[in-house]
């Protein structure tokens, strides 16, 4: 399965792909493959139990669109890794950059001795991000350092110490980010006390809003009312908020929802911020998903696209925000790793090269042209949603709304068996989310859906 495969690009793309690997489909023999339970039998006596995972294969190579296992079987992938490999798990140009960046150093700890890879991706970031105010950033590992890191900032330069979340929201594993996350099983429950003076507020959530014809800014007005009354906007250092949610179902909010949530903080002088984590880089169609609404925050959290599949985050925000931390006050061993950050440079100059916006908008005219008509036949799904390649659908139980994970179990696993990983996620586990790579070609995107639709008409 060597490559390169010129031909399976997308149409009209801005730069022709070399696929190092073919990219189709192709399952062989048991399921999993003796490979892979070799090594589950290994895995059971030296990992922790506590780490789980949704594929029982073992990965041995990926490119494009397709994961290749240990025991040859070829899938496609419709999860990015949760939502990293958006350019690709293998892209030619982050490899070339990370070799000659390990050919110099791997490590000096930008905090003893600086490069200029951090700066000159830092320029980057203030170029890309929403606003044309003055911004820095600094350097972390991942999407929860990054958030964590943006609510100590906020606290520092507003004196306050309330930080608001939102129903459905997921911000990350640690202590503080596990406060801000709203669903208990499997990221809370057993690890308290967790981190105090957080509070939570009500989403804008269409599909399961009791009254149906409650606009975004209505929304946005119900949730301010309960911050003014349960805590008092001059005690808030920060509203947290994912534009598009991740974890808790791929919530689009209502239109007018985000800006005026934004507006409000502006006028309390609280701290808004976008935690970009999994809906950045190109991945909703635009660079930011808060630029759907041309909303500005002070603060946009980063990670996961950012470097292709290297550990690397950030915080970027207002210029004031960032320096009003003393010196030392932020910062960590590996954050703004050297090589993680050339990884970053090049994934962010493929993704503008191969205008990976208009790829991602592609996709999602492929997948609701795919699947409009299949929701009016099969009344299990109860939405579709979402922007770009970051894309859901909720199955609920026909005839009404109540969720129906089992049978969103079921389709995964269907998939999976056909040689396609899908992702499932959602506060009620009944949510299907799609996050293919957004260089993934039109044939096998098409293949995909085929498989999904054949599992959902089989369960659904």
Known sequence: MQGPNRSTQWKEAAVEIEYRLEQKRNITGAFPGPASLALAERRAATVAAGVASSVPVYAADADGGVIVDVDGNSFIDLGSGIAVTTVGASNPKVAAAVSQQTERFNHTCF??????????????????????????????????????????????????????AFDHAYHGRTNLTMGLTAK???YKRGFGPLASEIYRMPMSYPFREENPNIS??????????????????????????????????????????????????????????????????????DWFAVNHE???????????????????????????????????????????????VAAGLAAVEYMAEADLNSRARAIEETFYTRLRPLQHEVP??????????????????????????????????DCLAAGVIILTCGTYGNVVRLLPPLVISDELLADAFDVLEEAIRRHA
């Open 294 to 340: 041309s909303v500005v925050p002070d603060i946009v959290t980063l990670a996961k696209g950012i470097a292709g599949g290297l550990p690397l985050s950030a915080v970027t925000g207002r210029a004031e925000l960032l320096d009003a931390v003393h010196p030392g006050g932020l910062g960590g061993t590996y954050g703004g790793n050297p090589v993680a």
């Open 184 to 186: 208990a099983a499997p």
């Open 380 to 413: 299990a799904i109860g939405d579709l949603r979402g922007r770009g390649a970051m894309l859901a659908i909720e199955f609920v139980k026909a005839g009404g709304k109540e969720p129906d994970a089992e049978v969103t179990r079921k389709i995964a696993a």
């Open 111 to 164: 905090m003893v001795t600086p490069y200029e890879g951090y700066v000159e991706l830092a320029e980057k970031l203030a170029e890309l991000t929403p606003g044309e105010h003055a911004k820095k950033s600094v350097f972390f590992n991942s999407g929860a350092e990054a958030v964590e890191n943006a609510v100590k900032v906020a606290r520092v330069a507003t004196g306050r110490t309330a930080v608001v």
């Open 216 to 285: 975004g800014k209505e929304a946005a007005e119900r949730a301010i009312l309960s911050m003014e009354k349960q805590i008092g906007g001059d005690q808030i250092a920060a509203i947290i908020i994912e534009p598009i949610q991740g974890e808790g179902g791929f919530i689009v909010p209502a239109t007018g929802f985000l800006p005026r949530i934004a507006e409000w903080a502006k006028e309390q002088g609280i701290v808004f911020i976008a935690d970009e984590v999994q809906s950045g880089f190109c991945r909703t169609g």
